[in-house]
Nanobody, 115 residues
Framework: QVQLRESGGGSVRPGGSLRLSCEASTNTFTMYTMGWYRQVSGKERELVATITGGLTPRYGDSMVDRFTISRVNAKKMTYLHIERAYPEDTAVYYC?????????WGQGTQVTVSL
């Protein structure tokens, strides 16, 4: 069982930036591909980005320009940097860990982009 704890959500003005953090509780962190997903109420959860234990990132459609995923394996931490935030980025952002058939989700952190 892997527990994931997100932090860093909150309110940001349009055009601003924000960094989300995810702390994982596992001794085999590098075996997991870590990811960030987001969900707007009433819509499906969508991929923002993933990053492998070997630090290879992958981004969802239209996410590559303003989102940067990173991880520090020694700290069991995964980050999502959001730049030039749009109101459409308002959502609950979820941390995800996946290895083979095992998959875990965090509780989510709310990001609100508004004036």
């Amino acid at each position: 069982q892997v527990q994931l704890r997100e932090s860093g959500g909150g309110s940001v003005r349009p055009g601003g930036s924000l960094r989300l953090s995810c702390e994982a509780s596992t001794n085999t962190f590098t075996m997991y591909t870590m990811g960030w997903y987001r969900q707007v109420s009433g819509k499906e959860r969508e991929l923002v980005a993933t990053i492998t234990g070997g630090l290879t990132p992958r981004y969802g459609d239209s996410m590559v320009d303003r989102f940067t995923i990173s991880r520090v394996n020694a700290k069991k931490m995964t980050y999502l940097h959001i730049e030039r935030a749009y109101p459409e980025d308002t959502a609950v952002y979820y941390c995800n860990a996946k290895s083979g058939q095992a998959e875990y989700w965090g509780q989510g952190t709310q990001v609100t982009v508004s004036l």
